[in-house]
């Protein structure tokens, strides 16, 4: 099995390679991890790979072009790698996905930094992925979970004794999706109420699809969050598949 773990910081792995059963299956030659540096994909004298959000907002996000080309890149070694990303809202890693991914031959882990990632990346996931609700500070340490966990299942990389211990055993909403720069990347355009400059609508479409996310991926969420008037309007036209632009001509906002 190989591992392609798309990075910032690729010496964060180093310990993780060398000690452990993980040591000892990258030396069996059972498995590879090679840490993919995003900074090398990158075409500025600063090497740099991120930039601020559309609309407005705190913080920086990932751009997509050194994901994008890191991935090509794999692309040439591995023909078909399963992706991961690390998010929050994400499938929850258990046992039983842990032993899906041991089945893979491929694995790409994007590890998100700053505010997360340009959400054009996600044209690339296979799926998302949260090891629990609880904040870090990016995505590998969460790579490193999935890696170790997934690395124990794959056959002979354990002992048989060994291998008996592996059975034994913020409120709110999720976020919206977050866009940077470039406006159009492969053929994938930002939002054009993001460009307009109206901060109402934006505002508005944030609310909008940040209810739609957490109806989709987290209903649950739904049944213990404060809702205000507007937000339970929103949901009307959500749960009937209705799309931001027909809440405004049903609402009639400008």
Not at 68 to 74: E, H, P, T
Not at 213 to 228: F, H, I, N, Q, W
Request: aromatic share 12%.
């Amino acid at each position: 099995m190989r591992f392609f773990v798309f990075t910032i910081f690729p010496g964060y792995f180093d310990c993780f390679k060398n000690y452990g059963i993980v040591s000892k299956a990258i030396k069996s030659g059972k498995v590879e991890i090679n840490t993919v540096n995003l900074r090398d994909f990158t075409e500025d004298k600063h090497r740099t790979v991120d930039d601020v959000v559309y609309g407005g907002g705190p913080g920086m996000l990932l751009k997509p072009e050194p994901i994008f080309k890191a991935y090509d890149y794999v692309k040439t070694i591995s023909k078909n790698p399963y992706v991961l990303i690390t998010e929050p809202w994400g499938r929850r890693f258990d046992q039983e996905f842990a032993k899906e991914l041991s089945q893979k031959q491929d694995i790409v882990i994007i590890c998100g930094r700053y505010e997360g990632v340009d959400e054009r990346v996600k044209s690339i996931v296979d799926e998302e992925v949260s090891i629990g609700d609880f904040i870090l500070s990016g995505g590998e340490p969460a790579a490193v979970v999935i890696m170790d966990s997934v690395v124990r299942l794959i056959p002979q990389v354990l002992s048989e004794e060994e291998s008996l211990k592996v059975d034994s055993f913020s409120d709110g909403l999720l976020g919206y999706p977050n866009y940077t720069r470039p406006p159009e990347f492969r053929g994938m355009k930002v939002p054009e109420v993001l460009l307009s400059g109206n901060h109402k609508l934006i505002s508005l479409w944030r609310r909008f699809m940040q209810l739609k996310k957490t109806y989709e991926k987290r209903p649950d969420l739904l049944e213990k969050a404060v809702l205000s008037l507007e937000d339970k309007k929103m949901l009307e036209y959500i749960y009937k598949g209705k799309n931001f632009e027909d809440y405004l001509k049903g609402e009639k906002i400008a």
